[in-house]
């Protein structure tokens, strides 16, 4: 990396930090101030599902959401996400062409919850593929609970840490922070593709959607034993980068012991425990969530 690209970085962290803005709440811990937990409209998950707007993509990922005989597709979804999560107030944050996010809250703890199709409903097709599948990758935001498969894998939804994604941060910002992932990605299983820049509460900068730091083409040739390995080849050399390149340290998502810093703001929840479902984080080889 030379000199005019370090100074080009330095200025977009210079502006994550002036945009960054949370507020650590007594009850959930740390909280994009705009969010305004506790002043914004809270309801069931079927009646927040009322303020979302019909898009083709969503459409078509809750029409093959099939609930079982004699209960509609928003209390059912309602009935497995606080039976899987321990969640039972929700409130729309986002959507997109094919994603929905809540926000949701128990009398403890509080997520992001990313509804969208699942992966293995769309086999064969590449763009779910990629939008879908949540790699290990250290730059990319990792979830904080099991995700819960909704409808015989018709949609899934992730568990996340409640972020602040900078949606009014410029172009040309993003753009350098991508060339920065391109050069840090290389010859690795993962492939930068970024559209929105998302801040821990420190202004580090991390990337929020599964499609911004996907899995290579290449990848998904692989047989399973050798896509672990790839996986775990590729989270070492970017460490090592990261370690060895002189850069802020809020673009390293590794903290100085080699965890996550996300974990430090945003630990993992207690989930309930459920027939059937494991609520265990998987780890790799060193420590990272599966």
Not at 33 to 56: Q, Y
Not at 76 to 98: K, N, P
Request: hydrophobic share 35%; glycine share 6%; aromatic share 8%.
């Amino acid at each position: 990396m030379n000199k005019e690209q370090k100074e080009t970085l330095q200025g977009v962290i210079e502006r994550v930090q002036a945009a960054t803005s949370y507020t650590e709440h007594d009850k959930y811990g740390y909280v994009p101030t705009a969010m305004d937990i506790d002043n914004r409209e809270w309801s069931s998950f079927e009646d927040a599902m009322k303020d979302v707007k019909s898009t083709v993509g969503n459409k078509i990922a809750l029409r093959m959401l099939k609930p079982p005989e004699g209960q509609d597709r928003d209390s059912f979804m309602d009935e497995t996400l606080t039976s899987a999560t321990g969640f039972t107030q929700y409130s729309l944050l986002a959507q997109g062409t094919s994603t929905i996010v809540m926000l949701a809250k128990s009398e403890t703890e509080l997520a992001a919850v990313r509804l969208s199709g699942h992966p293995d409903s769309y086999l064969g097709h590449t763009t779910y593929r990629d939008d879908f599948n949540r790699s290990e990758c250290q730059t990319l935001l990792q979830p904080i609970g099991r995700k819960v498969d909704l409808g015989e894998n018709a949609m899934q939804a992730e568990i996340l840490p409640p972020v602040q994604v900078l949606s009014d941060l410029a172009y040309e910002d993003r753009r350098a922070y991508h060339a920065f992932l391109d050069e840090l990605l290389e010859d690795t299983i993962y492939t930068p593709k970024v559209h929105e820049i998302a801040a821990l509460p420190d202004g580090t900068v991390i990337a929020f959607d599964p499609g911004e730091c996907m899995y290579s083409p290449e990848y998904w040739d692989l047989s399973e034993a050798d896509q672990f390995k790839a996986e775990e080849e590729s989270l070492k050399l970017i460490e090592s980068r990261l370690k060895g390149w002189d850069i802020s340290p809020h673009l390293n998502p590794i903290d100085k012991n080699g965890d996550l810093k996300q974990d430090r703001f945003f630990p993992m929840l207690s989930m309930p425990t459920q027939i059937g479902y494991d609520q265990t984080p998987q780890t790799d080889f060193d420590g990272y969530r599966m």
